[in-house]
């Protein structure tokens, strides 16, 4: 009896895994609102209400030299797009860009300040247009909507196959067997349409490499731009500060909605096929465009409290020699932040580092005097706080540095 309900259900499963693969949607038509008797109606209009909420987000970079430059670089992927896309910058301290199939497009500050050219800027942007293009969020919606009304179809029939077995088992033991057996096949129904769904968004996410290379590299971006990218998130993860972050790229499962980084990174290598045509010039050039806003970003940075992303981050933009000042006056707030071991030498050197840069932060000449005084180093700390007063006579907290020169002339540094 239970192995002729197991043969019932395992058939219903291979049948519902058949009627439920998802309909692919048809590449995206430019200039063209969907009709509201379709399915992607309703996700336009989810799409207009975040569109709307974006746009009066006080987290939106407001910046329009910033706006146009990103604007325009899209617009240099998708051409055939311009006018269907729009961008909001978003100042959030994390990698990351969508584009909803309304064309909101949003771009996290995160990215820009992980990028390090504008190939490799292109080569996100291109990846978030292949999904646009594609109609990838209509087909995910399209397969979430399939799998759940056809394994919510086959859970109810297995049920009732196993109701109907265990009322004729003959007896209590059966039929508790019946029951149980039941549930483990509903479960396994549950995990396979789960499992499934997610190896589809893999698909996706692997075309969308494949279509956001092509348009990079025909508009004339490095075609190694992609694996370098990915290449150097996965560095940053490796530094992170802690272990499950550490790890979740290196682990598999039914529930991991992108490719593994090592893979991904192996295909754009073996797309690319050629040596890399980012030069120094177009770091610095890119480099230009984010510089007025990268103090802020890296400020942000820092909120997320993971100091080993966050120095794994300083190293690569450092990497050049440009805003040596800035960036070392940054890992030495790291340091500062995260006190272990001997975090606060290592961030008093990194302050005594910054200010031989004329690109230093005025706060690293007070922070300095106060690391100096609190470790005893009276002459380092006068002479920080001096130069700091000098440099700004108006500073709000002038006070404070005044009250702790006087307790160094007073010999008492604490």
Do not use: C
Not at 300 to 307: K, Y
């Amino acid at each position: 009896m239970r192995a002729a309900f197991r043969r019932g259900a395992g058939a219903m499963l291979a049948a519902t895994s058949l009627a439920t693969t998802p309909v692919v949607a048809e590449p995206r038509t430019p200039h063209l609102r969907p009709a509201q008797t379709t399915d992607e109606a309703g996700i336009w209009a989810l799409s207009d209400k975040a569109e709307q909420q974006a746009r009066q987000s006080v987290e939106r970079n407001r910046d329009p030299a910033l706006n146009a430059y990103v604007t325009d670089l899209i617009a240099r992927l998708a051409p055939e797009y311009q006018g269907d896309l729009r961008v909001y910058v978003m100042d959030r301290p994390f990698f990351n860009a969508t584009m909803a199939p309304n064309g909101y497009t949003e771009v996290w500050s995160g990215l820009l300040l992980r990028a390090e050219s504008e190939d490799q800027l292109a080569f996100v942007l291109g990846h978030e247009i292949g999904h646009f293009a594609e109609n990838h969020a209509i087909e995910a919606q399209r397969a979430v909507k399939a799998r759940a009304q056809g394994a919510l179809a086959l859970q109810i029939a297995v049920s009732v196959v196993a109701m109907g077995a265990a009322v004729n088992s003959g007896s209590a033991q059966g039929a508790n067997d019946i029951m149980r057996a039941a549930g483990s096949v509903n479960d396994l129904i549950y995990l396979s349409q789960i499992s499934a769904f997610f190896s589809y968004s893999r698909e996706n996410e692997s075309q969308a490499d494949e279509l956001g290379f092509r348009r990079a590299t025909k508009a004339g971006f490095d075609p190694a731009a992609g694996a370098a990218m990915w290449q150097a998130q996965v560095s940053e993860t490796s530094a992170s500060s802690f272990k499950k972050v550490r790890d979740q790229e290196a682990r598999g499962s039914i529930f991991s909605t992108h490719p593994l980084s090592t893979d991904r990174i192996k295909a754009l290598e073996t797309l690319a096929a050629a040596a890399p045509r980012a030069t120094a010039e177009d770091r610095k050039r890119y480099r230009a465009v984010i510089r007025p806003h990268l103090a802020a970003w890296l400020k942000d940075d820092l909120r997320r409290r993971d100091p080993g992303s966050s120095l794994a981050l300083i190293d690569r933009l450092s990497a050049g020699g440009e805003d040596a000042g800035l960036l070392t006056f940054y890992r030495g707030e790291v340091y500062r932040q995260r006190r272990l071991d001997d975090d606060l030498v290592k961030a008093r050197q990194a302050y005594a580092e910054a200010i031989t840069h004329a690109d230093a932060p005025l706060a690293s000449w007070r922070i300095l005097g106060d690391l100096a005084a609190q470790a005893g180093d009276r002459a380092t700390a006068q002479s920080a706080y001096d130069t700091y007063l000098a440099r700004s006579p108006q500073a709000p907290d002038r006070w404070l540095v005044e009250a702790g020169l006087k307790k160094l002339s007073e010999g008492n540094p604490s």
